[in-house]
């Protein structure tokens, strides 16, 4: 039988990598995409011993590039069966009066605007197979907002929205849609967050166990097998030392 096929934006890190890897170990083929090229191959080059790879190297915003890069795919991958939504990040955190706006512009363009283009561009062959599965990666940030994450925030309220938009509006034609909202887990998220201050950046985990790239796999693995009848609609995963976005229980 022939492998499903799952295309992963923001696979060269973090949550989709280790997204990546998982399904990979589980035999589905894969489209790997982000911006970093090298990152890409070596990523294939592991993962191709396991199953077929299809590296794509575009940045989400650029809307041409993320239809032709989806519209252009070899035959072999060009039937997507299981879409992970994943590529976006945090840039600052800061008031919203000292703003940056151009991180604005960033956030909201990539994790809303991105994760738009490249669910339109995927959607007309999942609706005329009559099947499919979009997973939104969203964020507690979704679903509450804290100090200073004022557009961050936003950017995931919006993804909360799309995703129960998608769902209503492709519901009756066989496409699974749902959201999984983590909490704090450690990637290069907060790196990106603080522009490459990896001090800063740690010190977002230190003192208490975040979650981990794989806990996200994992769940999104879980999301996957269900049965045909069985959509995860929304989901939101904390560590044990989260209970809000503001808290969190540290030792130090
Ligand atoms: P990472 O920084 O580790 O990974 C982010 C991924 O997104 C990278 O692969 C990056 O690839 C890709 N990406 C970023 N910008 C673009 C762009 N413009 N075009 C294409 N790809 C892009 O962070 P995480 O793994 O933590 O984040 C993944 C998702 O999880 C994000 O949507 C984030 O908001 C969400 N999330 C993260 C949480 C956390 O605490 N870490 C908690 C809740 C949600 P490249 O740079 O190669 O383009
Ligand atoms: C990432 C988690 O708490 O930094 O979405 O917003 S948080």
């Keep these: 039988m022939k492998n499903k096929i799952a295309?992963?934006?923001g696979a060269t890190s973090g949550i989709g990598m280790a997204t990546a890897r998982l399904f990979a170990d589980n035999g589905i083929d894969l489209v790997i995409c982000g911006r970093r090229t090298e990152r890409l191959g070596s990523l294939e080059k592991e993962l191709s011993e396991k199953v077929k790879v299809h590296s794509l190297?575009?940045?989400?915003r650029n809307k041409s590039l993320v239809f032709e890069h989806i519209n252009g795919l070899p035959?072999?991958?060009s039937e997507i069966n299981i879409l992970i939504n994943n590529a976006g990040n945090a840039h600052g955190l800061d008031p919203i009066h000292l703003g940056n706006t151009e991180d604005w512009d960033a956030m909201l363009d990539?994790?809303?605007k991105g994760l738009l283009y490249v669910s339109k561009a995927v959607l007309p062959g999942m609706l005329e197979r009559?099947?499919?599965h979009i997973i939104n990666i969203g964020s507690t940030a979704g679903k509450e907002v804290y100090p200073n994450g004022n557009v961050y925030c936003a950017s995931k309220h919006a993804v909360d929205a799309i995703n129960q938009g998608m769902r209503l509006d492709l519901n009756g034609k066989g496409i699974k849609v749902g959201a999984i909202n983590p909490g704090?887990?450690?990637t290069e998220f907060s790196q990106v967050r603080f522009k490459g201050d990896k001090d800063r950046a740690a010190n977002v985990y230190k003192g208490f166990t975040p979650l981990s790239p794989e806990d996200i796999a994992d769940i999104i693995w879980f999301a996957v097998t269900r049965p045909p009848h069985v959509n995860i609609?929304?989901?939101t995963v904390m560590s044990l030392d989260q209970a809000s976005s503001t808290v969190v229980n540290k030792s130090t």
Aim: glycine share 10%.
């Design 184 to 186: 704090m887990v450690e």
């Design 7 to 9: 295309l992963i934006t």
């Design 233 to 235: 609609a929304d989901l």
């Design 130 to 132: 009559g099947s499919g």
């Design 110 to 112: 990539i994790n809303v």
């Design 75 to 77: 035959e072999d991958f």
């Design 57 to 60: 190297v575009f940045d989400v």
